[in-house]
Structures are given as structure tokens and as C-alpha cells.
């Protein structure tokens, strides 16, 4: 059976796919007759997603660029990275044949009925000649005109002339609808043979750019930069486009030529209505197309709907029951004055009437075709497949109607399918035939539902109806009417899974949006966790990852929620694969879900202090020497994949923000301790030098702005301490002994409990010196004393306070630094010191 077109088994004999016709319908988990027949003779059965009941799912597997997609209905679709060995051969170029048959099964079906008489091209030889000639030359046109200049027919004239032109032929496609990358998969796909595979964005440029054809776009529907993209994309490609005056035009910089289609002249429009109606014009008839043509402005459209017109009037003329008569007349027909039907006088439409003539036209149609033309307007225009009829509107023969519409020039031809002709929507609106719009479009959104879903039928064919099934879903969101929303996300949820299928990914998010919310105005949570987490594949299949990570996160959110965990296992595995093509954590189950999980943080390195305190602060910031921590423990592997953004990398993050919180915790107490041990050395000096104050010694001990001198830290401390001849040597309670500025050693702790245990010195230890001007104790190694200075003047209030010599610190910061260590710094401060 054809995708697309239905043969004479399908209406009334075999109505398994449909449910229409008047034989007995074959249960779903049947066997067609076809299919018996293949059985029986042997031959292998090609199932079309299984034969099987309505009940289970229809599983499909596909390949989109570096992933491996399997489109499940129930649960979601899941995606994972294509294994090694699946992925799909290089794409195949159809040979010309294999492109005839495909340009064949995708146009538009033939109307049932005889054949209606096609009009001819007129006063269009000197366009159809220059379009052919720039397409030799291989420039892309851009034909501009009115709608109903007859664009579409002066494009099938042109793409006969130029069949032989380039090595892929000529590739007709629609741009109804359509965006600049639907276009270029479509090109791709008119080319290549690639079944179930899609490539992605760069192997898509790839292909198309080597593909040499000559490309007649209908109706295209965008311009400027994204018409430009298009251009680029497809350098060996001659494009014919046809569009409306109203449709942005190119860049001012693109290399396109602009052809503008104008209407008709009055004595071609009259030779064309000539030809519609096969007979000579009366005198009458002739001034009356004369007068159409001033009004439709030569529109070969309004004039081919005038011939139609002029058919129906000579029929009844020599029938008058033709229509019904007078008596069976439609109440909706626009006549309002008697006339004579007996054969003898029929006046002709009114000027009004012949410039929009979709009222006067759909009066004297039958039932069927009128009942069609209200679900054509119900769906925005959109006429469904004459294969569908039967079912909506009730009637076993109304697969005829679309003859009846074609033939009154009320339908023009849009890709496989066919809509309303230009300006025929708002007339039948105003007519009325938009009242029971609302019913309508969910009566055609049930019947979607359900033949969307049937197992029989192919993603393709499914595909193939995309516009009128999306159309019926818009109309009913949002809804005013008591259960239109679940209607429509019951129609989402049946033809999203075949769009994506048949690989129509424009239509797929058009219907994922629209569910997504259909789902949030009726309240159902489940279903709107669905569109979430299809709109999370379906961005990460097409290289968004921000946009999928959005999604995937609040599908897992709200099915967490609704406790479900097969689809919240679903939705953490595809944002597990989003995560680690990012480069970002990954949830792997470390926290709950719809937790928002912290990015990690690369950690500067604590740069360790330099100097005498450089070993007891190294030994402190290591606390897990000394304390018992547990650490989880990776290996090499594990290791180099959370470094990646692998599945351990927030419990590494987590790891280093601990060592680096405790490390700074520690050394801040252990300076701490330092300074508040220098600080009660200094006490016990004052109290030993009652003479002394705290504050003059600080005063004499800085060097002339109140702060210390540090001095450089390069390991000058070294040949300070060998030009005084004073030694290191161990200070009571492990301490070491420093030289101060003036050569007199004072106590650093060297572990972070070493305080000062008494203040009289040990047995072979040097002790303090009692005074700042004390000379070393023997035991140390004999240096000079230092040389005191003049005494500063005292203040007069201090009169009874002994003044000591001024501390020559400031002096020998210039000679001999000091530690730039804080321990250093507060020894400078203390009378020690000084």
C-alpha cells in the first residue's frame, strides 16, 4: 500500500487503517488480507511496526549524528551515545529513477473523479525563458508575486525545461511552514537515501554541500539572513523561489535575482476563461470578465474560479434539478432573487460575487464537499487527506468532495497535501462557515488521536498529514470548551512519537509545545512531564544542551513528584549524557532528584608561609595525618573521569573545599598562637622592667610610621645571624632562639602547644636578657654590643619615668632585616626586642 496514496482496496473493502467503508472493519490484531496473502505464498512479511493491537507501544530506533535515539511512547524517548559498530552506512545518492519515484509519492494526490480540465500557462513565455536561462548559469532566482498569480504553474513549466540541467536533477520542495533548516534536510533527503538516519548539524552541511541540483522552492516563507544561510549552506545548488510581495526580501550583499510575476492582461484573462469553461464567451459574458479583470487586477485565479462559476451556470441551465433546484437550493446560498431556471435565462454573478466567489461557489456544491470545506476552516485552512473524509464527515463517498474543491479552483496544492487557495478562508468565514469551528476541530483532533496511534499506520504517512494534525491541536489551545486541553494533548501524545519517527523534527517540537501547554492548562502533570522530557532529547539531539538540561531537569522534578521512577530513570540517564557532553557534574544518583547540584570549583593552592614558621605551619595544615578521616577513594579511571566532569566530580570538589577549609582553620590558629606568644614574652619583660612602658617601646621600636619593618625573606636571615656571631640554639620548652635586631634571641614555638615554660633559663640554654642593652650570656658566641644612641628627648609630664636608649632597629633595617614572619614581627614590638 502506498504511503500516501490509498489504492481501490482501501475504500470500503479494506478499511482495517481507517474504520470507513461499508464491509465489515477486520479486527487490529488481525492480519490483513495482504499479509495472509504474503504467508501463504511464502515471501518474506515486511511488518510495518508490527501488526499488532492498538495497546502496544511502537518502538523505533534511529541514528541522529553521534546518538542513538529510541523513540518511546510511554515512558519517553531515550538517548545514548551510537555503540561502536551501529552506526549507519554513508548516505546513498538515489539515482534518477529512485528521485522520479520519490518526487512521484510525495505530490499532491489526484482527485478522485474525472480529470479537471487544466488551464494553460498564458503571457508567461518571457518569464519561463528567463528563469531557465539563469538557471543554466547556475543564479539563484527569487519569483515575487501576488497570491494567485499563478506562481506554482509557471514553477512546474520551469522545472520541466531545466530536468537535465544538474547532475541531482531538480528537487521540488515546499517551504509552507517551513524553516530554513527544515529545507535543508529535505534537500538532503530528496538526494540521499539515509533511512532512519539523521544527521546532525555539521555532517548535514556536509552533505548538502556537495549536492549539484537545481532546487524549485514553492512558497517560501522567510528571508534576509536565515534566506542567506540557506544560500551558503548549498553553493552548488541553483535556486528557484517563490514567495510573496510580503515575505522579507534578501540581503542587500546576496547574489539573487529578483523576477516580479504580475497578473495577467485583459485578453489573455479572457482566453483563460475561455479555456476553463471549453466554449466561446457570450458578448455579455465577455464585458463581464472585462469588468472582473479590472477588479482582480488579471489574477489568473479569480478568473479560473469565474470559469467554475460559469460551468455551474450553464448547468443549470440545461438542468435545472442539477443542484437541487430552487426548492433543494442550500440555505446557505447567497441568491436572494428569484430567477428563471427553465432553461431559458440564468443571470449572470454580480461583479461582487465574481471577485470573491468561495460563497456563491460552496453553495452549489454537495453536502460532503460543503461538510468539508467547515473542517478545512475549522483547521485554519488546512484540508485533510482525502483518505480521512469518509471518517470525519460521515459519508463513504465524501473522499469525492476533494474533486468537487479542485475543480471550483478552491484549493491549491501545498507540498503532499492540499489547503484553501488564497483569500477562499476568509470568504467562507464570512459566510458562516466558521460557526462550529470549536466542535470541529475536536471531532478532527479524536480522529487524529486515534488513526496517529494505530499500529498500521507509518511514521511517513503520519508525517505526510503534519499540517492538519498540528492545525487541529492549535485550535484547541487554549480552550474555553470542558475538556478540549486533554483532547489536544491526547492528539500530541499519539503523533508526536511518528513525527519524530519520520524524522519531520520541525512538526515533532511544534506538537511538543503545543502538549507541553495543552497538559499545564488541563492539569496533568504526567503528560506535561512527558513533553518536558521530549523537549530535553529533542534539544539534545539537536546540539542545545542548556535548553535540554532545562528540560530534562523539570521532567525529572515533576516526575519525582508523581513517583515515577521509570521515568525518572529515563530523565536522569539522558541528563546524565547532556552533563557529560557539557562537561558539567552529573547526578548518578550523589543527590536527590530535582536537587540543584553545585558546579565544581578548582581550588587555588594555599601558598605556605616562608620563613622560621614555615615548618610548624606545613606540619598544622595537614590535618588528616594526625586525625582520622575518611576519604572514599578513587581509582586512575574514576579519577580522570571526574576530573572531566565524571560522576564523582562534586564528591572531589566536596574533598578539596574540606582540606582547604580545615588547612585555613588550622594556620589561622596556629598565627594566632604565635602573636599571643610574643605578646606574653613582652608582658613579662615589662613586668621584669618596671622602668618600661609598652607604649614607649613601641614608639622607639617604629620605624617613623607606627609600623614594623619587615624585612626580605630570601634566606638573608641566614648571613644576618653568621655578620652578628650569634648562633640558633634551642629555647626552653622546644623553642628556638632567634636574634632580634639588636642580636638578643628571642623564643619561637616550634609546635603549636610550645609556650614558655618558665622564665628562668635551662642548664646550658641561653636566657633572656634582663634588659634591652644586656650583653650576651658567655655561653653564647662573643659579639660586638651594639653602640647605643643618643636618648630621645623625654616628654616633661614623664619626668619621673626612665627614658632607655633608643633602639637602633630603625638603623638596622637597613643593614640587617628581619623575619618577615608574624612571629618576627611581634618580637620587634616587644622590649625583648628592643
Known amino acids: 500500500m502506498d504511503p500516501t496514496h490509498r489504492g481501490p482496496q482501501d475504500y470500503g473493502r479494506d478499511n482495517d487503517s481507517f474504520g470507513e467503508g461499508t464491509g465489515r472493519r477486520q479486527p487490529s490484531g488481525d492480519p490483513s488480507p495482504s499479509s495472509q496473502l504474503r504467508s501463504s505464498r511464502g515471501g518474506p512479511i515486511t511488518p510495518d511496526f508490527g501488526q499488532q493491537t492498538p495497546q502496544q507501544a511502537r518502538v523505533v530506533r534511529l541514528i541522529s549524528g553521534d546518538y542513538l535515539l529510541t523513540v518511546n511512547p510511554v515512558d519517553g524517548s531515550e538517548v545514548e551515545l551510537c555503540p561502536p559498530g551501529k552506526q549507519p552506512d554513508p548516505p546513498v545518492r538515489r539515482t534518477a529513477a529512485e528521485r522520479a519515484d520519490r518526487e512521484r509519492a510525495t505530490a499532491p494526490p489526484v482527485p478522485p473523479g474525472p480529470p479537471a480540465p487544466q488551464p494553460p500557462l498564458l503571457e508567461r513565455a518571457e518569464e519561463r525563458e528567463r528563469l531557465t536561462r539563469l538557471l543554466a548559469r547556475g543564479r539563484s532566482v527569487r519569483l515575487t508575486g501576488p497570491a494567485g498569480s499563478g506562481r506554482t504553474a509557471l514553477l512546474d513549466a520551469v522545472a520541466a525545461d531545466c530536468a537535465d540541467l544538474a547532475p541531482d536533477g531538480v528537487v521540488r520542495l515546499s517551504g509552507y511552514k517551513r524553516t530554513a533548516t527544515d529545507l535543508l534536510y529535505g534537500l538532503f533527503e530528496a538526494v540521499h537515501d539515509a533511512q532512519l538516519h539523521r544527521p546532525d548539524g555539521a555532517g548535514l552541511i556536509e552533505k548538502v554541500r556537495n549536492i549539484g541540483a537545481v532546487v524549485v522552492l514553492d512558497d517560501l516563507e522567510f528571508g534576509g539572513a536565515a534566506l542567506e544561510e540557506l544560500l551558503d549552506a548549498t553553493p552548488e545548488c541553483a535556486f528557484l523561489f517563490a514567495t510573496t510581495p510580503d515575505v522579507a526580501a534578501a540581503t542587500p550583499d546576496s547574489y539573487l535575482e529578483e523576477v516580479f510575476l504580475a497578473g495577467l492582461g485583459r485578453s489573455c484573462s479572457i482566453d483563460l476563461l475561455e479555456q476553463v469553461v471549453e466554449r466561446p464567451l457570450t458578448d455579455e459574458e465577455a464585458n463581464w470578465a472585462g469588468d472582473l479583470w479590472f477588479e482582480s487586477e488579471g489574477l489568473p485565479l479569480r478568473f479560473v474560479q469565474a470559469g467554475a462559476l460559469l460551468r455551474q451556470r450553464d448547468m443549470l441551465r440545461t438542468d435545472p434539478d442539477a443542484y437541487g433546484g430552487l426548492d433543494g437550493r442550500p440555505s446557505d446560498a447567497p441568491f436572494g432573487h ?59 463517498h465524501a473522499d469525492a468532495a476533494l474533486g468537487e474543491l479542485a475543480g471550483c479552483g478552491l484549493l491549491s496544492p501545498a507540498g503532499p497535501r492540499y489547503r484553501l487557495a488564497a483569500g477562499v478562508l476568509a470568504q467562507l468565514e464570512a459566510a458562516g462557515y466558521g460557526e462550529d469551528s470549536t466542535d470541529r476541530a475536536r471531532t478532527a483532533a479524536q480522529h487524529y488521536a486515534w488513526w496517529a496511534g494505530h499500529p498500521s499506520v507509518t511514521p511517513v504517512r503520519a508525517t505526510a498529514e503534519a499540517d492538519a494534525v498540528i492545525a487541529a491541536m492549535t485550535q484547541l489551545v487554549p480552550g474555553d470548551g470542558a475538556g478540549q486541553t486533554s483532547v489536544a494533548v491526547l492528539l500530541a501524545r499519539s503523533a508526536s512519537p511518528a513525527f519524530a519517527a519520520g524524522l519531520h523534527w520541525g512538526a515533532w517540537e511544534r506538537a511538543l509545545r503545543i502538549g507541553q501547554e495543552a497538559a499545564r492548562i488541563a492539569g496533568e502533570v504526567a503528560e506535561e512531564a512527558y513533553f518536558h522530557h521530549e523537549l530535553g532529547v529533542l534539544a539534545l539531539c539537536t546540539g542545545n544542551p542548556d535548553r535540554a538540561r532545562a528540560e530534562l531537569e523539570t521532567a525529572i522534578s515533576m516526575r519525582g513528584a508523581l513517583a515515577d521512577k521509570s521515568g525518572a530513570v529515563a530523565g536522569r540517564r539522558a541528563l546524565a549524557l547532556v552533563e557529560d557532553r557539557s562537561g558539567g557534574p552529573l547526578p548518578g544518583g550523589l543527590v536527590p532528584a530535582g536537587d ?72 589561622a590558629g596556629v598565627l594566632g598562637t604565635v602573636v599571643a606568644l610574643g605578646l606574653t614574652s613582652g608582658d613579662g619583660d615589662v613586668q621584669r622592667n618596671p622602668g618600661v612602658t609598652a607604649e614607649e617601646s613601641a614608639g622607639q621600636d617604629d ?16 648571613e644576618d645571624t653568621a655578620s652578628t656571631g650569634s648562633a640558633v640554639t634551642p629555647g626552653p620548652s622546644g623553642s628556638q632562639a632567634t636574634p632580634g635586631a639588636s642580636g638578643t634571641p628571642s623564643m619561637v614555638p616550634t609546635g603549636p602547644s610550645s609556650t614558655p615554660s618558665s622564665d628562668k633559663p635551662s642548664s646550658g640554654k641561653p636566657t633572656e636578657s634582663p634588659s634591652p642593652t644586656k650583653s650576651p650570656t658567655p655561653t653564647e658566641p662573643s659579639s660586638p654590643s651594639p653602640t647605643p644612641t643618643e636618648p630621645e628627648s623625654p616628654d616633661p609630664t614623664d619626668s619621673a619615668t626612665e627614658t632607655p636608649p633608643a633602639s637602633p632597629n630603625t638603623s638596622d633595617s637597613a643593614s640587617g632585616p628581619s623575619s618577615s614572619s608574624p612571629a618576627a614581627a611581634g618580637a620587634d614590638s616587644s622590649p625583648t626586642a628592643a
Open 338 to 396: 428569484d430567477e428563471d431556471i427553465d432553461g431559458v435565462h440564468i443571470p449572470l454573478p454580480s461583479l461582487g460575487e465574481g471577485a470573491a466567489p468561495a460563497a456563491l461557489l460552496a453553495s452549489r456544491l454537495s453536502g460532503p464537499a460543503r461538510d468539508t470545506l467547515r473542517f478545512a476552516v475549522a483547521l485554519g485552512g488546512e484540508v485533510p487527506h482525502q483518505a480521512h473524509l469518509p471518517a470525519l464527515v460521515g459519508d463513504t
Open 596 to 667: 540543584d547540584v553545585p558546579a565544581p570549583r578548582h581550588e587555588e593552592p594555599v601558598p605556605l608561609p616562608v620563613g622560621p614558621t614555615a615548618a610548624v605551619t606545613q606540619r598544622l595544615s595537614r590535618p588528616y595525618e594526625d586525625a582520622t578521616v575518611v576519604i572514599p577513594r578513587q581509582s586512575a579511571p574514576a579519577a580522570a573521569s571526574g576530573a572531566r566532569g565524571g560522576r564523582f566530580a562534586v564528591l572531589g570538589g566536596a574533598r578539596r573545599k574540606l582540606v582547604a577549609a580545615g588547612a585555613g582553620v588550622l594556620l
Open 703 to 718: 620605624s617613623g610610621d607606627g609600623v614594623p619593618t619587615d624585612g626580605p625573606t630570601d634566606g638573608s636571615f641566614l
